[in-house]
């Protein structure tokens, strides 16, 4: 007997085994990949050729995430938008630096992250962006490009100084022909000539040099003495300065002081002046009445006294000749012959 086959009940096992097997892969992977991923960016100064979006990232050789975008930003046209994920665990500080790389022979690209000291704080947003920045760091294609290059120009510059010290050899040549010729030698001769004839001066007044180095020797220890005495006269004279200065500023104001008392006293005399013109002019008119009356009366009266001064001495006079005058009275004068 043909045994009979339900196909439609083979085909429901199918599709049920097959939704199983889906669900059981999917619930797999979600249960697998729960890492809690934070994004930063960095800007990449050469070409990222061979660096494509969920390329790796890697910490010190471990991966630790993925290249979640790429892109160039018009604000920095020289270089490349490069945006990661990266797991939240890793030690991301402000310090990492982010190279490009090449794996192995086949030329894929990657981000590997280096360096972050343990002391330094995370990375920030900085205003105007959406994600922390990271460093970058030249790649090593780029680094012994630049050492190549560095290397030929310092082999440029060696060569351009072997030229230049083959060009001062060939010269220092040419002098040294020029020092060895003939004339040269001759005027050596005689230089040294002239060199031996100033040795044998300086021994013949040997004892001459000795005399003045020692005399030397006694006006260098003078001068030690005297300088050791000089901040002892620096202070004096300062003092010195100091007191003058003093002396300086009370004359000043001395000066000062007798200045004003001088404009005080010429200030009085003025007054006192003036005073006195006043006064004068206000007795002019009794002095000129005083004078036209009283001044004859007065010259009449002097005369009167003159005559009795004089009466007076001739008196006393008399008196000292005679002292008896004065009992017996005076003695008539005897006239004249011929009265």
Known sequence: MDSKVNYAFVGLVVIILSV??????????????????HSYQVYIKESVSGLNRKALVKYRGVEVGEVKDIGLDPTRPSEVWVLLDIESNTPVKRDTMATLATQGLTGLAYIELSGGSVDAPAPEIKAGQHYPELIAKPSLLVRLDTAFSKVMKDFESISGLGDELLKNLNGVSGVARKLLSEENQLRGVRILEYIEAILHNIAAHKDDIEHSLVALDKTLENTAAASARLPNLLAKLEKTLENVEQTTQQASSLISDTRQDIKQTTQAMAQISKGLSSSVNSSRHNVDQFSR????EMTASLRELHDLLESLQRFSRSLEQKPNMLLLGKPKSNPAPGE
Do not use: F, H
Not at 293 to 296: E, F, G, K, S, V
């Open 20 to 37: 199983a097997m889906l669900a059981t892969i999917l619930w797999m992977t979600a249960a697998t990949d729960r890492r809690v991923y």
């Open 293 to 296: 009356q009283a001044l004859p």
